[in-house]
């Protein structure tokens, strides 16, 4: 039980850093060059997909830390109503970092590439430092992401260790 605890307060603590990184390579990434005597600056805003992965980023993180200090100050999860709740949120989390890691990385994907047809030009032959540094930022989401899948799984284990084996959905001390 201590070994779980301790297990599952690492993974937060590797997400939060994680995440936080990420929301820092995205948030200050920026590159200026001069194309045919404009001055073009790309950051993140330039991306919608990436906005998104960032403001995700910070409300995941925050979930985690909250999650922590309510674990740091004692307030226990006995029952099975919070241990229902703390698993859908990790859940739901998961699914949604790694929703929008996957949209940022397809729509990066089409800033590499490009698109004739809807008259994208390719960004990163003219702002390679951007492009590396977002490509970084995805990387660490992904691995932020299969971390949480992980604590996702710790989180259904303490869930349903709750329940008994022998009857459908009842609590092991009301079997």
Partial sequence: MVRLREAEVILRLCIVFLLLVTSCLVGLDSQTKNITLIEK??????????Q?????????????????????????????????????LDQT???????ATSAAAQHSLLVITGSRELQWMKWCFKFTRFCIQIGSAIVLNYAAAALMLILS???????????????????????
């Fill in 153 to 175: 799984s710790l989180s259904a284990f303490n869930l349903f260790r709750l329940y008994s084996p022998k009857r459908f959905f009842h609590l092991k001390s009301s079997s």
């Fill in 52 to 88: 998104v992965e960032l403001y995700i980023d910070v409300v995941v993180a925050a979930y985690n830390l909250v999650h922590l200090a309510l674990d740091w100050y004692g307030i226990e999860q006995k029952t099975s109503n919070s241990k229902w709740l703390s698993y859908i």
């Fill in 41 to 50: 600056k790309v950051t993140f805003r330039d991306l919608f997909a990436l």
């Fill in 93 to 99: 989390a998961a699914y949604v970092v790694f929703a």
